[in-house]
């Protein structure tokens, strides 16, 4: 996930017996099913498991020949001895050299483990080399004559082995098999079980511009010189890249740093620095390390640079510092402020101390990511680090608090403890993403942070979950592209949802013992997802409730999707019945689902619901996977169900109960939590795209936002009432839309003006307002927004920073050339990375076809535009609608330059795929992208291709069940008097 994703963010392995595991459940999970299996179903779950035995047995019978002495009846580790379903059977692998490669699993076998690195490492920035010297410490768990371990586009130059008392093991056969990026070392003794041994390998790599691996970034000092820096991006898979190592979460150990570096750099490493000498008959000096904790590969960092830094230290004396270049430096204090507060709260929330003696914050001028939560050393893109109070935006500034508390939340979820395998990844990130809300709240409670996570997290997880190409929390992966592909919306969103959702019920002061116990039994360690349900169901019981965590968690994490909850309210009467809620009607097959064996998709669904008669009291019933029936008092006139939207579902009334909803909102719509109001929007406008309700629900309901003043409802609003402008784009409603909805927001936007002041939401509103007045074409709203920036760019009159983004789209929108290569010009030159991002986003609102087209390409020139910054260039371009067609064929064109950029186990591919194709509406271009990627090996964006596809085909529905009562609808009340009451 990565920061172009500010607006929208963002971006199982079964063991042999997980068959029968899930059989087993499904029964369990029927509606009025009771806690045993049928005999038919005992019969399948003894079959199935059976199954499962034979296959796992002839994938390690295949596997075993060419390793003879490699044992494999150890404990086996999550995820290790299992294939997800559809993985194609292991064919022979074949090593660099034409012999066969023994080991035929992706994954490492697990008959050694590694328990200390000590790693000495000479990059050499000019020469775009490293050198490095490693020696492993190694444990066999089981006798073994081979090593398998990771190594990626290394020269292995060096390889020796030792015993404990030093005598060397021969090491006989030593082969490379980069389809999996793995060494083998074949050895001419049996490594004896509970012994340790010394491996050493010498090895070369390159040190090129990138980003993953140890890689090479640079940025231009305040002379215009340009500086190099080297640091690195391990996550998921490129630890192998910088050094061989045995790269998989579960594989913890020790590491120990020693690297050279010019006497003008300094080096960084996760723990302090021990030492600096200087090499003998050399400029060059030596830094090394401490020893750090038992930790991961993938949160190892090392960095070489010639930054400045600011420092602070916790009241536990933590040194806490952030790095950035000098030019910057400046715009490092609230981001100190911040990590230095939200690392004190998440000591005293989580009970477990920080660790680690130091934590180091560095900006990275090229990082694919939006920031990386290595032990100690968090990197991060430039704008999710550096804020300046003249020049950045509220919503720039709430970045970077959110990413910095989201990546210290990883210092204990995630590094502290690890998730065992990958596919529990949204342990990490669903964590992390929940935790962020509430370590940015505590250190900025003016922002609501909770009203927030709806728009921010709720939202866009419900958006995608509510596609047949989801998939669920958990998903088995394996290969570094599948991993890369997770790192999506459902991890993190929907991760961070679910989460937020136990919070409610269980309340934050039980997750919190839960969450304290979880972090202490696994410390240094690693957990699986059943591990924290364990942990809760301790903390339940302990204070007396006998909640079934993990029945209940599970009907969230193993199945794709969420329920959509039907209601009726009758004489006081209400029934609610569930069932997964799919918004493309089209049948097409899930491709995830694991052979049939789910839970029914069905969901215990904490079913909140608030009332006429009391509307600030929430009352709860559990719908245990069925459907009830409940009694309220007969003078009940509305209902609102899912109080807050804490519960991750959706709700959809009878005719009756919309219209009394829609009724309170016209009447009084404050009696209505601002989530609330919120939640209801995006019920009515997803299920009017469903087809589920009819289309003047959601236009009569909005009929209210004329007196909404506050962000979220109108956040959410605005972002549906848009998706209808695109999707009307080419249809004669296209105008009446933006009048329409420029009537909703005229009285909004006349009351909220062109100052920038008020409080945190306030400032949020209000540039999204005004962004909207220029959409709807607005005259004095363009006319404004055109002064300003006139008075920006020829009397360099600043603009206030929550007015940037309107006023510069628009100068670029209507402006001429130069205006544009004003922009472009600032881009080059700003040293304020808020004030780059904004330049990226302006320049992409050109109506210049010419001007257009140079900006895409200059996305295939990573000296113009850097490659981190390409997803921002092509999303923006998409969203304009004169440069749609644009971006769309550039991606064509350029295929091959874009997936070899981006195509490598990188989460990006998934991203532009999705944003260049997202605003298609037709069934012509369906079949254009289609046809384009038929064949077409896309890696790890398979599944958002996927995602991408099911996206049109919805925008295809769209306008078969909604186009003509949308005209309609429109027609009717703009042709009705727009300044008095509208008959609706
Ligand atoms: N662990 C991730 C970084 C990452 C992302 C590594 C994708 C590999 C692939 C990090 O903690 C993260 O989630 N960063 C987010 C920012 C966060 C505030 C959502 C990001 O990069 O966008
Ligand atoms: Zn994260």
């Known amino acids: 996930m990565s920061d172009h994703d500010v607006d929208d963010i963002a971006f199982l392995t079964g063991s042999p017996n997980e068959s029968g595991f899930m059989v087993n459940k499904r029964a369990m999970y029927e509606p009025g099913a009771v806690m045993v299996c049928s005999q038919k179903r005992a019969c399948c779950v003894v079959t199935l498991s059976f199954v499962a ?7 390690v019978a295949f596997t075993k020949p060419g390793c ?16 997800p379903t559809n993985s194609p059977p292991p064919t022979v692998p074949t090593a660099t050299n034409g012999e066969e490669f023994p080991w035929a699993d992706v994954r490492l076998p697990f008959h050694v483990r590694p328990l200390f690195y000590d790693i000495l490492i000479h990059p050499n920035i000019t020469k775009r080399h490293v050198r490095g010297n490693l020696t492993i410490k190694l444990t066999a768990i089981e006798e073994t004559r081979a090593i398998i371990i990771h190594g990626h586009q290394l ?7 030792h015993n404990k008392y030093g005598s060397q093991i021969h090491i006989e056969k030593f082969l490379e098999y980069p ?17 340790n041994y010394t491996l050493r390998v010498g090895f070369e790599g390159k040190l090129k511009e990138g980003l993953e691996g140890f890689y090479l970034s640079s940025y231009i000092t305040a002379e215009g010189e340009k500086r190099y820096i080297a640091t690195t991006h391990f996550e998921p898979t490129s630890a192998r890249a910088a050094f061989p190592c045995f790269d998989e979460p579960h594989l913890k150990a020790k590491f120990r740093l020693k690297i050279y570096r010019e006497p003008s750099q300094f080096t960084l490493f996760n723990m302090p620095l021990k030492s600096s000498v200087q090499v003998p008959n050399s400029e060059l000096m030596i830094d090394e390390f401490q020893e750090s904790k038992d930790m991961s590969t993938y949160l190892v960092a090392f960095i070489v640079c010639d930054y400045d830094k600011v420092t602070n230290f916790t009241d536990n004396k933590v040194a806490v510092s952030v790095y950035a ?12 402020r911040m990590a230095t507060h939200i690392l004190e709260f998440y000591e005293s929330f989580f009970g477990v101390a920080y660790p680690l003696p130091k ?33 950045t935006s509220s919503q720039a500034q709430q970045r970077v608090a959110v990413v910095i508390a989201h990546e210290l939340a990883h210092q204990w979820f995630g590094n502290l403890v690890t998730m065992s395998w990958w596919s529990d990844l949204w342990l990490n990130e669903g964590f992390a993403s929940f935790m962020e809300s509430l370590g940015t709240n505590d250190a900025e409670p003016g922002w609501v942070m909770q009203e927030q996570f709806l728009v921010e997290k709720m939202h866009p997880a419900l958006a995608l979950d509510a596609l047949v190409a989801s998939h669920p929390i958990s998903t088995p992966v394996t290969d570094p592209a599948q991993i890369e592909s997770i790192f999506d919306t459902i991890s993190y969103n929907k991760g961070a949802s679910i989460i937020s959702m136990l919070e409610y019920f269980l309340g934050r002061d039980l997750l919190k013992e839960g969450l304290r116990l979880y972090l202490e039994a696994h410390e240094y360690g690693n957990a699986e997802t059943d591990d924290l349900w364990d942990a809760l169901t301790k903390i339940t019981k302990k204070h007396g409730h006998f909640l ?3 029945g209940i968690m599970d009907t969230w994490t193993l199945q794709a999707g969420f329920p959509l909850i039907s209601v009726t309210l009758q004489d006081g009467h209400v029934t609610a019945s569930q069932a997964r809620f799919l918004v493309c009607e089209e049948n097409v097959t899930d491709p995830n689902e694991p052979l049939n064996i789910t839970m029914g998709y069905k969901w215990h ?16 019933y559990w719908m245990n996977l069925t459907d009830i029936e409940f009694l309220v008092p007969r003078e009940v006139e509305w209902i609102k169900f899912n109080v807050g939207q804490r519960g991750f579902y959706r709700v959809t009334y009878d005719d009756a109960g919309w219209n009394a909803l829609i009724n309170v909102l016209l009447t009084n719509h404050e009696v209505l939590l601002p989530a609330d109001r919120a939640s209801l929007i995006d019920d009515a406008f997803t299920l009017v795209k469903a087809g589920t309700i009819n289309a003047t629900v959601a236009l009569k309901l909005s009929l209210y936002l004329s007196n909404e003043t506050r962000y979220i409802p109108w956040h959410t609003a605005l972002r549906h009432l848009f998706s209808w402008v695109d999707l009307l784009f080419n249809y004669p409603a296209h105008k009446n839309m933006l009048e329409f909805i420029s009537t909703l927001i005229n009285p909004q936007y006349e009351r909220i003006g062109w100052n920038d002041t008020g409080h945190h939401l306030e400032r949020l509103l209000r540039s999204k307002l005004l962004m909207a007045a220029v959409n709807c074409g607005n005259v004095n709203a363009i006319r404004e927004a055109q002064r300003q920036f006139s008075a920006w760019r020829s009397k360099n009159e600043a603009v206030p920073p929550n007015i940037r983004s309107v006023v510069y789209n628009t100068g670029v929108r209507y402006g001429t050339e130069e205006d544009w290569r004003h922009c472009w010009h600032v881009y080059n030159s700003s040293t304020i990375p808020s004030e780059k991002r904004l330049m990226l986003e302006a320049m992409a609102q050109t109506r210049d076809p010419w001007l257009m087209q140079q900006y895409l390409e200059y996305t295939l020139d990573s000296s113009k535009i850097r490659p981190q910054d390409v997803m921002t260039v092509l999303k923006e371009v998409s969203r304009n609608p004169g440069g749609r067609v644009s971006a769309w064929r550039m991606v064509r064109q350029h295929w091959p330059q874009i997936s070899q950029l981006f195509g490598h186990g990188s989460f990006t591919i998934g991203a532009i795929i999705k944003a260049v194709t997202s605003p298609f509406t037709s069934s012509f271009d369906l079949g254009e992208v289609e046809s384009f990627f038929d064949g077409v090996d896309i890696g790890p964006g398979e599944r958002a291709l996927a995602q991408a596809l099911e996206t049109i085909r919805l925008h295809i529905q769209w306008h078969q069940h909604n186009l003509d009562d949308v005209t309609q609808w429109l027609d009717m009340y703009l042709s009705k008097d727009t300044t008095g009451n509208h008959e609706s």
């Open 325 to 336: 270049p000098p030019t910057m430096i400046s715009q490092a204090n609230y981001a100190l």
């Open 155 to 161: 020269k292995i130059s060096n390889y020796t082995l």
């Open 53 to 59: 035995i034979i296959a796992v047995a002839l994938i």
């Open 179 to 195: 389809p999996h990026q793995q060494l083998y070392l074949g050895l001419s003794e049996i490594l004896r079980r509970g012994s």
């Open 605 to 620: 669904v904490p079913l909140t619901y608030s009332t006429s008669l009391s509307p600030n009291k929430s009352e709860i």
């Open 68 to 83: 003879p002495e490699a044992t494999y009846t150890g404990e086996p580790i999550p995820g290790l001895s299992s294939r």
């Open 548 to 550: 079934d965590i993990k």
């Open 359 to 391: 934590q180091d914050l560095i900006a990275i001028p090229d990082f694919g990511a939006g920031a990386m939560e290595n032990w100690g050393l968090i990197t991060y893109r430039e704008t999710a680090l550096m804020y300046d109070p003249v020049h």
